[in-house]
Each structure stands twice: as structure tokens, then as C-alpha cells.
């Protein structure tokens, strides 16, 4: 029994949720995408850039984008959080929590300000940035790493479903 396994996760290198075989780098669209990219460079009798190399720069670029974002997003609310800030440690003046604690309780009055002042949607999108830019960061981790593990040569991960023609 030769079953693939599949798991639903984030491209990196279009931030879709896909559904992709494990050990691949991006989902079957950025796939697709990246053969197409390959065949015109060929084409054009330009250089070929490795999938993994690829998946790399997409993926840096992504979180570079998504960084930007978020600190837009953050630049509207820094009154907000300064002021969550300062009543959760003038709260806890005696009191010392360990760092994250303190933070996590600096969010809560954070986004409970924020819904007070009718800014719920800039906390949910804050959130939401923060969690697609840890898992790039995470898959980018991930696919420096397999770059990391390659020997000398190697062009990144085979391609399933890539077969040679026997041109006559």
C-alpha cells in the first residue's frame, strides 16, 4: 500500500492554504507556476534558478510584505497599545510576572481597548498577520534548512511527475 500523505498548510510562496504532498516546498499551484518560470528561462537561454531557491525568495519576500503590513496596521494603534501597556504594568506594579505573561495580558487589554474604541477588525488583523508571518518564518526556517542539508550541486527537491521524453 503506497499511499501519499497530504496535509493542508500555507504555501510560502503565495500564502494560500493548500493542500500538498509532505516533503514538498510550495503547493501544486506555485509548482505549476515555477515550471512555467523554468521553460520560458530555458526558452530564453537564461539561467535556471533551483525550485528550492525559489521557494526560498518567494517566501522571504512574503514575510518582508507581510512585516510591512503588520507595522502599518500596528503604526494606527500605538496609542492604544501604550496605553494597554502602561495599565497592565501600573496593575502589576508589585506584582513580577514572567515576560510573556505580562505580554499576554498587555494583548487582552490591547484588544479590549481596541473593540472599546470599535477597532476590532485592526486587532483580528493584527492577529492574523502575526500568525501568517510566524509560519513563514517557521516553513522559511524549514526550507533554509533543507538548502542547509543539500551537497554541493544539487538543485533542490526532485519534482514528482517529472519525466523525460525521449526527443526524436
Not at 496609542?79 to 510576572?97: P, R, S
Not at 495580558?105 to 485592526?122: C, H, L, Y
Not at 522559511?140 to 542539508?149: C, E, G, N, V
Not at 551537497?151 to 525521449?166: F, I, Q, S
Amino acid at each position: 500500500m503506497n499511499e501519499k500523505k497530504e496535509q493542508v498548510y500555507m504555501c510560502p510562496a503565495c500564502c494560500l492554504g493548500e493542500t500538498k504532498e509532505v516533503g514538498h516546498v510550495m503547493g501544486p499551484a506555485c509548482e505549476e507556476r515555477f515550471q512555467d518560470e523554468v521553460l520560458e528561462r530555458l526558452e530564453n537561454h537564461q539561467p535556471v534558478e533551483p525550485e528550492l531557491e525559489y521557494a526560498i525568495r518567494l517566501t522571504q519576500k512574503n514575510v518582508s510584505e507581510q512585516q510591512a503590513q503588520l507595522e502599518e496596521l500596528k503604526s494606527g494603534s500605538q496609542t492604544y497599545w501604550d496605553q494597554a501597556y502602561g495599565e497592565i504594568q501600573k496593575e502589576c506594579h508589585k506584582v513580577k510576572l514572567p515576560k510573556e505573561k505580562f505580554l499576554g495580558a498587555v494583548k487582552t487589554r490591547f484588544a479590549e481597548i481596541m473593540s472599546n474604541a470599535g477597532q476590532s477588525e485592526i486587532v483580528a488583523g493584527i492577529i492574523s498577520i502575526g500568525e501568517i508571518i510566524s509560519n513563514l518564518t517557521n516553513q522559511l526556517d524549514w526550507l533554509q534548512s533543507l538548502k542547509a542539508r543539500q551537497p554541493n550541486g544539487k538543485n533542490g527537491p526532485k519534482t514528482e511527475g517529472a519525466t523525460e521524453e525521449k526527443v526524436e
